[in-house]
């Protein structure tokens, strides 16, 4: 069955360090996938994709994403954690759905920045 | 651009009742789509549309319907609410179904069924 699996509830990271968020996927084909994030009592923001090309892809607000074929794996990371990053963050895969594709959605992991 | 706008933002309903989520766009997407997202089960697609008079099943229809007369509008309707539909309602959407095109989300609509 295609999946994505982020392992990780919730993640602590100290303000100014690195900071990961971890995504696992199992999909046929070659993958289309996202990152999102979500503040607190807000809808979802686009914060990068890996579609094809360069496995290290930069997006929004200084994250970055590394596509890993032979783990099956897109991780989130910032070389730096500010406070403001604290939310919830999901991974997202796109699927076949008959003629058209919809994304499958993991389950969200909480990231905590502390000061 | 308004983005993705939804209305109404909180809604309190009885067991049985009946009420429409708006659901606008402006940005001439294709794809729109609903999503309900609950605690410890991430985002759930309700209903989706790949353009005006397309519309599909998600994973979790039953007790919800759509329509998409227009491009703009995509309105989720709860035909008799019950309890367990109480979640956190989203609206999003996208220029495809079919590109890796990013989805642009609403703000969200609250949900209460007593």
């Known amino acids: 069955a295609q999946s994505v699996a982020q392992p990780e509830d919730q993640v602590n990271v100290a303000e100014g360090n690195p900071l990961t968020v971890k995504c696992t996927y199992s999909?046929?084909?070659?993958?289309?996938l996202f990152w999102y994030v979500q503040y607190p009592n807000r809808g979802l923001q686009f914060l990068l994709k890996?579609?094809?090309?360069d496995n290290l892809v930069k997006g929004s607000y200084g994250f970055e994403a590394e596509f890993n074929k032979s783990q099956t794996s897109f991780h989130l990371k910032k070389p730096s954690a500010l406070v403001s990053d604290s939310a919830l963050y999901f991974c997202?895969?796109?699927?076949?759905?008959?003629?058209?594709?919809?994304?499958?959605w993991g389950l969200g992991t909480s990231l905590a920045v502390n000061p | 651009n308004a983005g993705v706008t939804q209305t109404p933002k909180f809604q309190v309903l009885k067991t049985g009742q009946s009420m429409t989520l708006q659901c606008a766009q402006d940005?001439?997407?294709?794809?729109m789509s609903w999503y309900r997202q609950d605690p410890g089960m991430g985002l759930r697609l309700i209903h989706y549309?790949?353009?005006?008079?397309?519309?599909d099943q998600g994973e979790v229809p039953n007790g919800y319907n759509v329509s998409r007369s227009t491009t703009e509008d995509f309105p989720l309707r709860l035909l008799s609410a019950a309890p367990s539909q109480t979640s956190v309602y989203f609206c999003?959407?996208?220029?495809?179904?079919?590109?890796?095109?990013?989805?642009?989300f609403g703000p969200g609509t609250r949900l209460t069924v007593t």
């Open positions: 999003a959407s996208s220029w495809s179904g079919t590109g890796g095109y990013e989805q642009y």
């Open positions: 940005m001439n997407h294709e794809y």
């Open positions: 549309s790949v353009g005006a008079g397309i519309t």
């Open positions: 999909v046929s084909g070659n993958p289309y």
């Open positions: 890996y579609i094809t090309g």
């Open positions: 997202a895969v796109r699927v076949n759905a008959g003629n058209n594709r919809k994304l499958i």
